[in-house]
């Protein structure tokens, strides 16, 4: 059975830090593309981050507004993709998604949520004092 599951959400305060976590059962991670999404109230989900699949590279890039505060990395024995969240801002806040993309993905698309095709349940993350 195919599964993504999101954890590490929570409540931090303003500057502080996070690690999400989506753990993959029933296919292996480093065959696909990871992509970390954000959705926050009344807005459209947003590409926060990808990893490209080990075959194209383990490519990885951000989202301008999180670039140099995040960090997306894989461990392949755990068949987890992590999302590391520095100087978290309130802009932050918002229900985290992690999904896999099958296809080779050309580089401009790679944060387009329309490009992946199987999706987790999502973590709520809120930053705020």
């Known amino acids: 059975q195919l599964q993504l599951v999101e954890s590490g959400g929570g409540l931090v305060q303003p500057g502080g830090s996070l690690r999400l976590s989506c753990a993959a059962s029933?296919?292996?991670?480093?065959?696909?593309?990871l992509g970390w999404f954000r959705q926050a109230p009344g807005k459209e989900r947003e590409g926060v981050s990808y990893?490209?699949?080990?075959?194209?590279?383990?490519?990885?890039n951000y989202a301008d507004s999180v670039k140099g505060r995040f960090t997306i990395s894989r461990d392949s024995a755990k068949n987890t993709v992590y999302l590391q969240m520095n100087s978290l801002k309130p802009e932050d806040t918002a229900i985290y998604y992690c999904?896999?993309?099958?296809?080779?993905?050309?580089?401009?698309?790679?944060?387009?949520?329309?490009?992946?095709?199987?999706w987790g349940q999502g973590t709520q993350v809120t930053v705020s004092s």
């Open positions: 990893i490209s699949s080990s075959s194209s590279g383990s490519n990885t």
């Open positions: 029933g296919f292996t991670l480093d065959y696909y593309y």
């Open positions: 999904a896999r993309s099958g296809s080779v993905i050309a580089p401009r698309n790679r944060l387009l949520p329309r490009y992946y095709d199987y």
